[in-house]
């Protein structure tokens, strides 16, 4: 429910009058349109398609009626006869439990039956080892520790490689790189190179895996820095590369795309629950 845009409440209302739709209790018309979506279970935001919900009917007593109805359309006809069927084939509506110790004839048995279930129970009771969950990653994972957006993921940067880079007419380069995406923007050192090649490992974070991903290539000058090659580039998930060029000169850029947990796809798009 985390990645659906309507609360919990919200999709507990829209269930519970699909349910008397589906009885014949509403009409279809005093449905809101923002409950179709559930109602029709899809899930429009990661296209998750095994849905929001599920439900099991079990039908006791009477006839004609298996119990099956969908929740955006009026079935109320097999319904109405398990209804009228009930009169000739009734079952158990409703019961009452007692503790097995109050079925003993005396106070004295009572309270020593009493003594020996719970002491039984004590002794064979399932030791409870919960822990609170722990997320990694959570600034884009709820307390239940599922996705609160999708299209989110953590880029590195592992290696950028320049070649023929002339920002200086009589001498060598003095170059730099600038990565940016979303708000986040990462600078490499300065390497004096036409050549250059930056072996280090930059990380950016977490990512809207939809933006691009700017890459600029810049020489030091004393009165202002020349950019020598820039583009900007799609991301998709896994290890990859891309290259970009100019008059300037050239480059190829390495990086690595991990989906946040539970979610999967190029960009991270669609919901992986937990096996």
Not at 152 to 181: C, E, F, H, M, P
Not at 217 to 235: A, F, H, M, R, T
Not at 253 to 266: F, K, Q, S, W
Request: aromatic share 10%; net charge negative; glycine share 6%.
């Amino acid at each position: 429910m985390t990645l659906f845009p309507l609360s919990l409440f919200q999709v507990h209302s829209c269930l519970s009058h699909g349910f008397s739709l589906s009885l014949g209790k509403e009409k279809s018309s005093s449905l809101r349109q923002s409950c179709m979506k559930v109602l029709q279970n899809q899930d429009s935001t990661t296209m998750y398609r095994a849905g929001l919900h599920k439900h099991h009917t079990e039908v006791i007593g009477g006839n004609d009626w298996s119990g099956d109805f969908a929740f955006n359309v009026d079935d109320s006809v097999g319904f109405r006869n398990w209804l009228n069927s009930l009169k000739d084939f009734p079952d158990t509506v409703s019961y009452s439990l007692l503790a097995l110790y109050d079925l003993m004839p005396t106070e004295a048995k009572k309270e020593g039956v009493k003594t020996a279930i719970e002491k039984y129970l004590s002794d064979n009771i399932i030791g409870s080892s919960y822990k609170e969950k722990f997320c990694q990653h959570p600034d884009n994972l709820a307390s239940n520790c599922c996705p609160i957006q999708a299209r989110r993921g953590l880029l590195n940067v592992t290696k950028i490689q320049a070649w023929d880079l002339s920002g200086d007419t009589w001498g060598t380069s003095d170059s730099y790189v600038v990565l940016k995406i979303d708000s986040i923007e990462r600078r490499t050192e300065m390497i004096e190179s036409n050549d250059p090649i930056w072996n280090t490992e930059y990380e950016l974070g977490t990512v809207n895996t939809n933006s691009l991903l700017e890459v600029q290539i810049w020489d030091v000058d004393p009165s202002y820095d020349d950019l020598l090659v820039s583009c900007e580039k799609e991301l998709q998930t896994g290890m990859n590369a891309f290259r970009c060029s100019s008059s300037e000169g050239r480059f190829e850029l390495h990086y690595t795309l991990m989906c946040h947990p539970h979610l999967t796809g190029e960009k991270c798009e669609r919901y992986q629950p937990s096996p």
